[in-house]
């Protein structure tokens, strides 16, 4: 696997939701996690800091992680994984 992907994946939190924190009233369709995070990277200057894709293709760009919370099928996590 590579290294990219490696570190993706070490930076997601799988079937967990950052409940609340919500950068925007509405959510954003996206394709999948991968761009659900840079949906969240392209608005760090509006202060998303996380993010929370559920299985719907619902992306949900967050200020912050508190709220974690279980949940079947969500990955969250940071708008930028360590190292980017």
């Not at 997601?12 to 924190?21: A, I, N, Q």
């Amino acid at each position: 696997m590579p290294n990219w992907l490696l570190a993706f994946l070490a930076c997601l939190e799988f079937d967990t939701d950052f409940g609340g924190h919500d950068l925007f009233w509405s959510v954003t369709p996206v394709a999948d996690a991968w761009s659900c995070q840079s949906a969240c990277r392209g608005m760090e200057a509006l202060g998303c800091t996380h993010f929370s894709y559920n299985r719907y293709g619902e992306c949900n760009l967050k200020t912050s992680d508190e709220g974690r919370a279980g949940s079947e099928g969500t990955v969250s996590g940071l708008a930028r994984c360590l190292g980017e």
